[in-house]
């Protein structure tokens, strides 16, 4: 693999997304092909999910290709767009009350714009603290001005988390395409393709082997899948997935393993945080079939990302001093 | 194209971008008859979400109901009412010699379809208020259009009354099946029947 590591960087791009769209056109090939098979109705339902979340993959993995060809302005403006859906999505489903009007709007209208405007501007130290200590503050004063003392706790946590996992987690990624490392200019956008193939990974894995293997669920009442054995076995995939791509980032292979470890460990374990929030709100899923609301489920597919998005972009930025 | 239409489009896309407008046409799909849609009313966003869950060749023969004192008080107001949404004017003050129900039959004549809130106001309660007499009358005016009942769902939420900006949260249209006037159904009983029905929408959604 040491050759790939000598190709310049657009052609390890173009290998990467030939390698991207090969699989997936094989993988919607094979979908095809079984899509004629007679099927029991249990059958259906799990190939139905599969093509629901194929066609999102599909989707994910144009958008991440018009990010990358139009350059980092139009990316973090694609995902700004992402985030106020997310976060539309989620306060949908949140219990707010009428004295939180201006605190939404707060929300919506400046902090998401301004986040996204640190971010294009790559003041990285104000961006990594603006959402956590000046926000932090400003939302409960705003809520508190509404003047209604009803839960009052409950709302502005809910609202503030929106505001974590939607506008702060989601704009570590464009965060982690402008962070541009030392000695490794325009690398940006592997490690965000680097972020979500291990995290990506992981979740697949770790579905897939929790539901062969029948193993104890860690909380019952939380997830049925979620098993820390299949939790194990999902962060090696991720960590040898980040091994094997580590030509193309600044990593070496081990710092590669580990990273990919930590990413797709802590976007799982976001996964589960997130099915309790579902569990809370009394839904299955953020969006889907049986949606009140008429959410897509947006949600439900870039929650993992949103946690794993921060914790990564940290201990890259402090592990190499960028 | 002209301006009134671009306008039009435009304040569509804002309405989706806002609060997605997803209609679900369970009782009856969306054709182009004459109807008359009607509604939960509980914030003024509410016409703006019911037109925008209409597929767009629906929307130019749907109209809203405005007060005429309100809606030419600017002539910003008068614009938008006028040339973008192409309401019906009625006043609020009764005077003794005019049947305020008039300018809505006659749209109904022309062969417009309608979206009338029959509560009268807009209420902040879960369930609607009573409805007023006025859907009583043109369903007896006009027995051949059709009376599509309407839930409006979380609007409240994206712009609750005394505010002006509007906050980004999901709401939906869920329409239900046609209702009709019985031969010699009491004016009271067909209202409540009427009320049930939008309540019932709520629960198809």
Not at chain 1, 113 to 137: A, E, H, M, S
């Amino acid at each position: 693999m040491g050759a790939l590591r000598d190709l310049d960087v657009q052609q390890q791009v173009a290998l990467l997304f030939v390698v991207l769209f090969g699989v997936l056109m094989l993988v919607t090939a094979v979908a095809i092909a079984r899509s004629v098979r007679e099927l029991s109705p249990e059958q259906q339902e799990r190939f139905d999910r599969f093509v629901r979340d194929l066609r999102a993959t599909w989707l994910g993995a144009v958008l991440f290709w018009i990010a990358w060809v139009a350059g980092a302005l139009v990316s973090t403006l694609l995902f700004g767009v992402l985030s106020f859906l997310a976060l539309r999505e989620f306060l949908t489903l949140t219990h707010t009350r009428r004295g939180d009007h201006r605190s939404l709007l707060l929300a919506f209208f400046i902090v998401l714009p301004l986040q996204y405007v640190l971010v294009g501007q790559r003041l990285f130290d104000l961006f990594t603290v603006f959402i956590p200590v000046y926000v932090f503050l400003a939302i409960p004063v705003i809520s508190a001005l509404g003047n209604d003392p009803k839960r009052f706790l409950e709302r502005t946590a809910k609202i503030q988390w929106g505001i974590m996992v939607c506008i702060y987690g989601m704009s570590h990624a464009p965060a982690l395409l402008l962070l541009d490392p030392p000695r490794h200019e325009d690398r940006g956008a592997f490690l965000v393709l680097f972020l979500v193939a291990v995290v990506a990974a992981a979740q697949i894995v770790q579905e897939s082997v929790g539901r062969r293997l029948r193993s104890r669920p860690a909380a019952r009442h939380i997830s049925r899948s979620f098993s820390w054995r299949g939790w194990f076995i999902g962060v090696a995939a991720a960590a040898l997935l980040g091994a094997l791509l580590y030509w193309a980032t600044p990593f070496k292979p081990v710092a590669a393993l580990l990273l990919g470890a930590l990413a797709g460990g802590s976007g799982t374990l976001g996964e589960l945080v997130m099915k309790a929030l579902k569990r809370d709100a009394g839904v299955r899923s953020w969006g889907g079939k049986a949606s009140v609301t008429g959410a897509v489920g947006l949600l439900d597919r870039v929650a993992a990302l949103c946690f794993a998005a921060p914790v990564f972009f940290h201990v890259v930025r402090w592990h190499f001093g960028w | 194209m002209k301006l009134p239409e671009a306008a039009g489009l435009l304040l569509a896309f804002l309405a989706r971008l806002i609060t997605g407008a997803q209609g679900h046409w369970h009782g009856c799909p969306p054709k182009a008859e004459q109807r008359i849609y009607f509604a939960n009313h509980q914030s003024h966003f509410d016409w703006v979400l019911i037109w925008a869950a209409l597929p767009s060749d629906l929307r130019a023969t749907t109209r809203p109901i405005a007060a005429r004192d309100y809606w030419t008080s600017s002539k910003l107001k008068h614009w938008i009412t006028r040339e973008i949404f192409n309401a019906v004017y009625v006043s609020r003050q009764r005077s003794d010699d005019e049947d305020p129900l008039e300018p809505l039959m006659q749209a109904l004549r022309n062969g417009d379809s309608l979206v009338i809130f029959p509560e009268g106001t807009r209420g902040n309660q879960a369930e609607p208020a009573p409805f007023k007499a006025g859907l009583f009358h043109l369903a007896e005016a006009f027995p051949q259009v059709q009376l599509i009942p309407a839930w409006i769902d979380n609007v409240q939420r994206v712009m609750p009354k005394g505010e002006v900006v509007p906050v980004p949260i999901l709401c939906s249209v869920t329409f239900g099946a046609p209702l009709q006037l019985q031969a010699g159904e009491d004016r009271h009983d067909f209202l409540d029947r009427a009320r049930r029905a939008v309540i019932a929408c709520k629960d198809l959604g």
